[in-house]
């Protein structure tokens, strides 16, 4: 068994616990919040609560993308980097996954922000907010086979290695 990386298991850590926080709140907001709050709230009490919840909901956003991006690039770069891993498919795989989850950021900031470009994404949150749930779940999936793609490659190069060992040593 080989030594325990910290720094990476700790970046893993932050970055599933804030993928957890992030998409956890994004479907309890699609499925649970807006649904009760539309079916009992008046439309004046509904958009006060809307506005509460947005304001807050905005720093676990800000929070949630910004250590996403920082873990991501630690991930990255402890793990996917050459010579580490084979560049394909793994780093083709990861350009989907990153393109994604730029669209991800994106839709989730505009919700939770206050700019009025977006007032119209905001007054069709139920719609947007199913796209980002459905991007997340894509991009989760696509991050489980990119853990198995660099572990498929890690046991080929260690086989390789080993039996490049075994069929060098010298006849006894
Ligand atoms: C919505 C955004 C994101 C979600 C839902 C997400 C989800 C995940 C999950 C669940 C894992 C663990 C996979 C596993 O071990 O089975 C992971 C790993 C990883 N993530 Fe993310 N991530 C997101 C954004 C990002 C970003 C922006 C980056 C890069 C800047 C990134 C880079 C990585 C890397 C390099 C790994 C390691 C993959 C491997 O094991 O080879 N992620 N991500």
Redesign the pocket.
Known sequence: MGEIDVVVLVS?WL??G??VV??GGAAFLRFVLTPAASSTLSEEDNNRLREAVRARWNKFVQGCVGL??L???I??AM??MPPK?EPMP?HAI?GI??F???A??FIASGLAGKSPAFDGMRAKSKKWLSLLLF??AA??LM??V?????SAGKSVSETTESVAATTSQPDQ
């Open positions: 893993r970055h599933i804030a993928v992030a998409i996403l991006l873990t991501g690039g991930n990255f793990l996917a891993i793994y990861f996954k990153f994604a989850a730029m991800v950021f991007l997340a991009i989760v991050s489980g990119l853990a198995q793609v660099r």
